[in-house]
Nanobody, 118 residues
Framework: QVQLVESGGGLVQAGGSLRLSCAAS????????MAWFRQPPGKQRELVAT???????NYADSVKGRFTISRDNAKNVLYLQMNSLKPEDTGVYYC????????????WGQGTQVTVSS
């Protein structure tokens, strides 16, 4: 099992940057595939970025070139560096984890609010 706690959200102007962090408990953090999801106001939750246990990354088209997902397995922390933020990036951002053999993300943080003003 793993417990996830996000931090780093806030209010930022369009064009600005934020870095989200996700602290994970447990000794097997390095073995999990990690991801960031977000839920814009009034919309469904969507996948933003993933990173495998080997560090392979994938991004939603809407954030490619602007967001970077990374992990520090020694510190049990997942990051999301967000640059050139747009108002449409506004939403609650969730840190998630799944075992490599699972298809569903079974572990979720409580979420952190990101608001981008125009």
């Amino acid at each position: 099992q793993v417990q996830l706690v996000e931090s780093g959200g806030g209010l930022v102007q369009a064009g600005g940057s934020l870095r989200l962090s996700c602290a994970a408990s447990g000794r097997t953090f390095s073995m999990y595939t990690m991801a960031w999801f977000r839920q814009p106001p009034g919309k469904q939750r969507e996948l933003v970025a993933t990173i495998s246990s080997l560090g392979r990354t994938n991004y939603a088209d809407s954030v490619k070139g602007r967001f970077t997902i990374s992990r520090d397995n020694a510190k049990n922390v997942l990051y999301l560096q967000m640059n050139s933020l747009k108002p449409e990036d506004t939403g609650v951002y969730y840190c998630t984890a799944r075992n490599s053999w699972d298809t569903d993300y079974g572990y979720w943080g409580q979420g952190t609010q990101v608001t981008v003003s125009s």
